[in-house]
Antibody, heavy 121, light 108 residues
Framework: EVQLVESGGGLVQPGGSLKLSCAAS????????VHWVRQASGKGLEWVGR??????????AYDASVRGRFTISRDDSKNTAYLQMDSLKSEDTAVYYC????????????WGQGTLVTVSS | SYILTQPPSVSVAPGQTARITCGGN??????VHWSQQKPGQAPVLVVS???DRPSGIPERFSGSNSGNTATLTISRVEAGDEADYYC???????????FGGGTKLTVL
């Protein structure tokens, strides 16, 4: 079965750190960009950032709201992407999804089930 | 930065046609993707690149994009189509993905 599975979510204090994982099965992520998208409770989808494939030098891009605090990486040998979140704020509380992007216009054809991150004291 | 505008809600009776719009400056020059999200579930791609349907998506779902408006059309609406729908583009100028605010489709 083709799927992405996120893990690593949980409760963290403001200013703390958390690292999410996005493991692919049934396909290889090596040729694709991987994006992270989040959704606060009752709110819409918000793009977090993305990492491109090896042929594109693993280039990353981030939304302004997380730039400098979040880092996306990948280990194609493990078929897994990561989202390192530092200096967390209460407004980072959300369900975090990873998704595979295909094509120049970055259509998201495979989504994970999401993992909840709660930033609270 | 680039903005996509969707109506917060659309209501339609079963069997009728629902049209959900997505407005953006010259959005017709970009490829628009549409995702469906049901409560407690991850989004699912229903229309890609303006008008293509991924495998497994019913023919009732179609899309168009021209000028400043992209449209998702759902024909012969069923109760199971009730969900939130999001449009999405790749804003290459700013190297970011932009989502519309989402539209809640209610089947009366």
């Amino acid at each position: 079965e083709v799927q992405l599975v996120e893990s690593g979510g949980g409760l963290v204090q403001p200013g703390g750190s958390l690292k999410l994982s996005c493991a692919a099965s049934g396909f290889t992520i090596s040729g694709s960009a991987v994006h992270w998208v989040r959704q606060a409770s009752g709110k819409g989808l918000e793009w977090v950032g993305r990492i491109r494939s090896k042929v594109d030098n693993f280039a990353t891009a981030y939304d302004a709201s997380v730039r400098g605090r979040f880092t996306i990486s990948r280990d194609d040998s493990k078929n897994t992407a990561y989202l390192q979140m530092d200096s967390l704020k209460s407004e980072d509380t959300a369900v975090y999804y990873c998704t595979r992007a295909v094509g120049y216009w970055q259509r998201f054809d495979i989504w994970g089930q999401g993992t909840l991150v709660t930033v609270s004291s | 930065s680039y903005i996509l505008t969707q109506p917060p809600s659309v209501s339609v009776a079963p069997g009728q046609t629902a049209r959900i719009t997505c407005g953006g400056n010259n959005v017709g020059t970009k490829s628009v993707h549409w995702s469906q999200q049901k409560p407690g579930q991850a989004p699912v791609l229903v229309v890609s690149d303006d008008r293509d349907r991924p495998s497994g998506i019913p023919e009732r779902f179609s899309g168009s994009n021209s000028g400043n408006t992209a449209t998702l059309t759902i024909s012969r609406v069923e109760a199971g189509d009730e969900a939130d729908y999001y449009c999405q583009v790749w804003d290459s100028g700013n190297t970011r993905v932009v989502f519309g605010g989402g539209t809640k489709l209610t089947v009366l």
